[in-house]
């Protein structure tokens, strides 16, 4: 494998460079930054052009300019990064850092909710091939396939957040809400749980009668504008994610898993009231600090508990512990909710920018901050992005479903749940890991528009900027960024296929 | 496996061969059909395929009459660039709600998409939109499928230093992202015309062809027939063009749509942001990035621009599915 890694290594270095003359060259002759200078009528424009060529190197030929970009590009290879001044004179890098992490904030969140629901999704309706929900989840498919991410954006921007924040103002659900959200919850029920006229009948009439139930609790209680995670729902709810961590990982036959898991679950509960005075005002470090003992202690409980089943259990019980986790925080994110509500004016989903000027609160209400923030912008790319991850995985799992393997699995006398987890699934994951190693480059690009809609100032806005200019030094800072992305990826993808697939070791 | 899939099998196993005299003694009526009358059957009874064929060629027949298209006049009053006095605050006069139902009936009224704050009539904008936007897609679709089909079919033919060479440079091209390139591109050509924009945009857009049609030729060059096309002294470029490619045509075909349709989706993304169409010629992207802060007060100007938008890349996407099941029948059989 290590000479197969360095020899990537050293192609993918070349190619990069390759890819920063190809930009830089045409970025350097798109035009010409002094144009509208050289018209203008202003008095001082003498020192304005000559600022402006001492920023650029504009004196220097396209050629040269691009040896000496590289030169200070190449120092970032042992410590010494210098990528040039922007046309005002202020370093690039500078700039760069702080329009990468709000960024990566972006596209990251977004990436990973994109996959687990794409992937999901897929892997259903490979499952439930030809029925309702998969011709219908097929349209949708393609209709957020051919979806231009701007027209979407602006919709959301009225629907999702300014419609949903004067709602938020005096939140009663009215019931035609109610019975189209239950109808939808159960007839979507009814196709993941397939099967007989009956069991899909029952399935309708739970999903929907639960949700039903569900939300005119929320709107009698008016939960909405004082919303929060009771011990009622909380022990519900840490239950629930207990049987289906079970249900994922084990099945309900191995009973001990159940009760690791359930174990598990009551543990989170106690920690619901243990942990309160705690996390009253956290730093973020604590959190993830929590989050780490909250794994260690639910893999111990796995693992002490699991007996025959040890490996099932302890990542079942960590799967809980990271839900009751999770919980815990949302718990105490929607206890703040209305002093947050209140200081910014009941914009609660904001359609503009990565934080709200000058806010200041605790923990909780910056997070919510932050989350409100992103919340429009991941369900952009989210949408646009799972419909590919759908397509995907759903062509992969089918074309592995039907592979004799699988036959073989069920001639053993597998429980389908293990035919479907262990043997296709896994064998479906190979090719999606490409997919999204690849696909992680194109969606930092693809960010430009997503920002541009909603005014967030990252890499996107840093480039579209930077090219109005027409300004090399500063589109070629974005670029190294996301060209080195793409080569990482890439290079990422090509060896984890190899891991996963000992096929393709040998070529 | 119904009649029409074994004769579906066996056309695929002799071509356009005669029927076989057993399937006839056991009393099957059998239609011996080539290869071609199979992809056109299966895509013709793509029932998704064929109704967004029929929508797409209806939207291509109202953009390019109803305007008119390169100095010839169209059968609408209006005219895309004309400003006129706005009406009832500019709003669409198109009216489908039938009386019985408390509508106003069918109308088309004198505007029905509205106009803009200019008066400018806005189905003739919509439409010019249109007409540039699909001009553009198509060019692109045209030169990215040239271009990737020329390289994949050099690098996967000769192997060798030749594949070296143009696989490492469509690396360094993927490597940029595409909305970056075509930004940059666009910055630079945008302003010359909607045509050269398109060539431009399609310069870029062919590595992923690129790459599909060369794993092709990967694997039909050690084909029998390429083989014995070569021992009987055919030169490279016959068996290229006239042994391989016509092989391929169905990948290409669908790789070809699926370029039409992204390329659309790229326009308007480019035209949004400024570094496409520029006015005083438009495009549906440019449109929507015009008119969306009107769309608190004068929503028309948004929704139509940017419904032409989905309906064409929706139907190009979906011709592009059914054309993959008719070329790939495998597809479609897997029973999970």
Same mark, same amino acid.
């Given at each position: 494998m290590a000479p197969f890694i360095i020899r990537r290594l050293f192609v993918s270095f070349f190619v990069l460079l390759g890819a920063t003359f190809i930009v830089y060259v045409l970025v350097a002759s798109a035009g010409d930054p002094r144009a509208a200078l050289f018209e203008s009528t202003d008095p001082g424009k003498a020192n304005k052009i000559a600022a402006l060529t001492r920023n650029l190197s504009l004196d220097v030929p396209?050629?040269?300019?691009?040896?000496?970009?590289?030169?200070?590009?190449?120092? +970032?290879? *042992?410590?010494?990064?210098?990528?040039?001044?922007?046309? =005002?004179?202020?370093?690039?890098?500078?700039?760069?850092?702080?329009?990468?992490?709000?960024?990566?904030?972006?596209?990251?969140?977004? /990436?990973?909710?994109?996959?687990? /629901?794409? @992937? %999901?999704?897929?892997?259903?309706?490979?499952?439930?091939?030809?029925?309702?929900?998969?011709? %219908?989840? =097929?349209?949708?498919?393609?209709l957020f396939f051919s979806l231009p991410v701007?027209?979407?954006? @602006? /919709?959301?921007?009225?629907?999702?957040?300014?419609?949903?924040?004067?709602?938020l103002k005096a939140p009663s659900i009215p019931p035609w809400f109610?019975? /189209?959200?239950?109808?939808? =919850?159960?007839?979507?029920?009814?196709?993941?749980?397939?099967?007989?006229?009956?069991?899909?009948?029952?399935?309708?009439?739970?999903?929907?009668?639960?949700?039903?139930?569900?939300?005119?609790?929320?709107?009698?209680?008016?939960?909405?504008?004082?919303?929060?995670?009771?011990?009622?729902?909380? *022990?519900?709810?840490?239950?629930?994610?207990?049987?289906?961590?079970?249900?994922?990982?084990?099945?309900?036959?191995?009973?001990?898993?159940?009760?690791?898991?359930?174990?598990?679950?009551?543990?989170?509960?106690?920690?619901?009231?243990?942990?309160?005075?705690? &996390?009253?005002?956290?730093?973020?470090?604590? *959190?993830?600090? &929590?989050?780490?003992?909250?794994?260690?202690?639910?893999?111990?409980?796995?693992?002490?508990?699991?007996?025959?089943?040890?490996?099932?259990?302890?990542?079942? +019980?960590?799967?809980?512990?990271?839900?009751?986790?999770?919980?815990?925080?949302?718990?105490? &994110?929607?206890?703040?909710?209305?002093?947050?509500?209140?200081?910014?004016?009941? @914009?609660v989903i904001a359609t503009i920018g990565a934080t709200t000027p000058n806010f200041s609160g605790n923990f909780w209400e910056t997070t919510l901050d932050q989350l409100g923030h992103l919340i429009l912008p991941t369900i952009a790319i989210v949408l646009i992005s799972i419909a590919s991850y759908t397509r995907y995985t759903r062509s992969s799992m089918l074309e592995v479903m039907n592979a004799d393997y699988i036959r073989t699995a069920r001639a053993k006398g597998l429980t389908e749940r293990t035919v479907i987890v262990r043997h296709g699934f896994r064998n479906a994951l190979i090719p999606i890991t490409t997919i999204v190693a690849l696909d992680i480059g194109g969606l930092i690009g693809g960010a430009i528009i997503t920002e541009t809609v909603f005014g967030w100032s990252g890499m996107g806005r840093f480039f579209n900027d930077a090219l109005k200019i027409p300004d090399p030094n500063a589109v070629m800072g974005f670029f190294l960024v996301t060209g080195t992305a793409i080569v990482v990826f890439n290079m990422i993808a090509d060896i984890t296929y190899g891991f996963l697939d000992p096929r393709i070791r040998l070529s | 496996m119904s009649t029409e899939e074994k004769a579906a099998a066996a056309g695929e196993g002799s071509g356009a061969g005669p029927v076989e005299a057993s399937t006839a003694a056991q009393g099957l009526n059998i239609v011996a059909r080539t290869q071609g009358q199979l992809v056109r059957r299966r895509f013709f009874r793509h029932r998704g395929a064929m109704i967004s064929l029929t929508i797409l060629v209806l939207v291509i027949l109202l953009a390019y009459t109803s305007i008119g298209f390169a100095g010839i006049p169209g059968w609408w009053i209006w005219n895309y660039s004309t400003p006129g006095k706005v009406i009832n605050r500019g709003a669409p006069t198109l009216s489908v709600w039938p009386t019985f139902l408390g509508g106003d009936g069918f109308a088309i009224g004198l505007h029905p998409f509205g106009q803009d704050d200019l008066g400018r009539d806005y189905f003739a904008l919509t439409m010019r939109g249109a007409q540039i936007s699909i001009l553009i897609a198509f060019v692109v679709g045209i030169v990215g499928t040239l271009i990737g089909a020329i390289i994949g079919a050099m690098a996967g033919f000769y192997r060798g230093w030749v594949e070296s060479v143009l696989m490492r440079f469509t690396d360094v091209m993927i490597t940029i992202p595409i909305l970056v390139i075509a930004a940059v591109l666009g910055q630079k050509f945008g302003g010359a015309g909607p045509l050269v924009l398109a060539i431009v945009i399609g310069l870029v857009l062919w590595t992923a062809l690129a790459r599909l049609i060369r794993g092709e030729f990967l694997s039909l060059r050690e084909k029998e027939f390429v083989e014995a096309a070569r021992a009987l002294g055919a030169k490279p470029t016959r068996i290229i063009f006239r042994h391989i490619l016509p092989n391929t045509v169905g990948v290409i075909t669908v790789a070809a749509t699926l370029l039409i349709a992204s390329a659309i989706l790229l326009e308007t993304a480019l035209s949004y942001l400024g570094f496409g169409v520029r006015a005083p010629d438009t495009s549906l992207g440019l449109l929507v990035s015009s008119y969306q802060n009107a769309f608190a007060t004068r929503p028309w100007l948004f929704w139509w621009p940017g419904l032409f938008i989905i309906t064409i890349a929706l139907t190009v996407n979906f011709i592009g599915d059914g054309l993959r099941d008719a070329f790939d029948p495998r597809q479609n059989r897997v029973r999970a």
């Open positions: 396209i050629i040269p300019r691009y040896f000496a970009w590289l030169g200070g590009a190449l120092g +970032c290879l *042992i410590g010494k990064c210098d990528l040039g001044n922007t046309a =005002t004179g202020a370093p690039v890098s500078g700039g760069l850092a702080v329009a990468m992490g709000s960024t990566l904030r972006l596209v990251v969140f977004a /990436l990973v909710i994109a996959i687990v /629901l794409g @992937v %999901s999704i897929g892997m259903i309706t490979a499952l439930r091939q030809y029925s309702g929900l998969d011709y %219908s989840v =097929t349209f949708l498919a393609f701007f027209w979407i954006a @602006v /919709l959301m921007k009225q629907f999702l957040a300014i419609k949903f924040n004067d709602w109610i019975v /189209l959200a239950a109808a939808v =919850t159960g007839l979507l029920a009814a196709g993941i749980v397939g099967g007989e006229r009956k069991r899909r009948l029952a399935a309708f009439g739970g999903a929907a009668l639960g949700v039903a139930l569900l939300l005119i609790y929320f709107s009698i209680t008016d939960w909405f504008a004082e919303p929060g995670i009771g011990p009622v729902l909380m *022990i519900l709810m840490s239950v629930i994610t207990a049987v289906a961590a079970t249900a994922l990982f084990a099945g309900f036959r191995s009973r001990i898993v159940l009760y690791a898991t359930l174990v598990t679950a009551v543990v989170g509960f106690v920690c619901y009231f243990a942990l309160d005075s705690i &996390l009253a005002d956290p730093t973020a470090l604590l *959190i993830v600090g &929590l989050l780490v003992v909250a794994l260690v202690v639910s893999a111990g409980i796995g693992a002490a508990m699991g007996g025959l089943y040890r490996s099932q259990a302890i990542k079942a +019980c960590m799967l809980t512990g990271f839900g009751c986790g999770g919980l815990i925080f949302a718990s105490h &994110l929607l206890a703040a909710l209305p002093a947050y509500s209140a200081k910014v004016n009941g @914009v | -």
